[in-house]
């Protein structure tokens, strides 16, 4: 069986499959055609920085998972008495580091997945460009807001 076909192949982010999907697509007129990619050109660059990030703290997360999980077993298997390994400051900053890599993991995947779905809003939708911008420009700029904290502040509860 294979796995490619045109533009379909399984060795992609689903971003880069549905640029091609709408670059293809058959649009009442070349304008639209133009619009459509222009707009989904321009979520496909998020959507690929943040897999980008999302595979590197996925690994991060992955190697940090395994070492915490590893460290008693290896402290008990190895007589390390006095050395770094068996320090548990240095075993509690790795588990801060693994739980700072699984958090970003976590942070860019649902980041890229929006950034999928606008770009499947953007080539399934029977609205026009015209009016899918405003709805794909705010999902855009509330991404582009960065980290949120839940909450305000004390001074600003009232």
Same mark, same amino acid.
């Given at each position: 069986?294979?796995?490619?076909?045109?533009?379909?192949?399984?060795?992609?982010?689903?971003?880069?499959?549905?640029?091609?999907?709408?670059?293809?697509?058959?649009?009442?007129?070349?304008?639209?055609?133009?619009?459509?990619?222009?707009?989904?050109?321009?979520? +496909?660059? #998020?959507? $690929?920085?943040? =897999?980008?990030?999302?595979?590197?703290?996925?690994?991060?997360?992955?190697?940090? !998972?395994? &070492?915490?999980?590893?460290?008693?077993?290896?402290?008990?298997?190895?007589?390390?008495?006095?050395?770094?390994?068996?320090?548990?400051?240095?075993?509690?900053?790795?588990?801060?580091?693994?739980?700072?890599?699984?958090?970003?993991?976590? +942070?860019? #995947?649902? $980041?890229?997945? =929006?950034?999928?779905?606008?770009?499947?809003?953007?080539?399934?939708?029977?609205? !026009?460009? &015209?009016?899918?911008?405003?709805?794909?420009?705010?999902?855009?700029?509330?991404?582009?807001?960065?980290?949120?904290?839940?909450?305000?502040?004390?001074?600003?509860?009232?």
């Amino acid at each position: 069986m294979t796995t490619e076909r045109g533009h379909h192949t399984a060795n992609q982010t689903s971003a880069a499959f549905l640029l091609k999907v709408i670059e293809g697509g058959a649009w009442p007129d070349e304008a639209e055609r133009s619009r459509r990619y222009d707009l989904a050109f321009d979520v +496909y660059i #998020k959507a $690929r920085s943040y =897999a980008l990030l999302n595979k590197v703290f996925f690994f991060l997360a992955l190697f940090g !998972t395994v &070492a915490v999980v590893s460290w008693p077993v290896v402290a008990v298997l190895e007589v390390v008495e006095g050395t770094v390994l068996s320090a548990s400051v240095t075993q509690t900053a790795v588990t801060a580091f693994t739980a700072f890599a699984v958090y970003f993991y976590s +942070y860019f #995947k649902k $980041r890229q997945m =929006a950034c999928e779905t606008l770009m499947r809003t953007i080539a399934f939708s029977e609205k !026009t460009s &015209a009016d899918l911008w405003p709805v794909i420009l705010d999902e855009l700029a509330r991404l582009d807001e960065g980290f949120a904290f839940k909450g305000a502040p004390p001074s600003e509860k009232a």
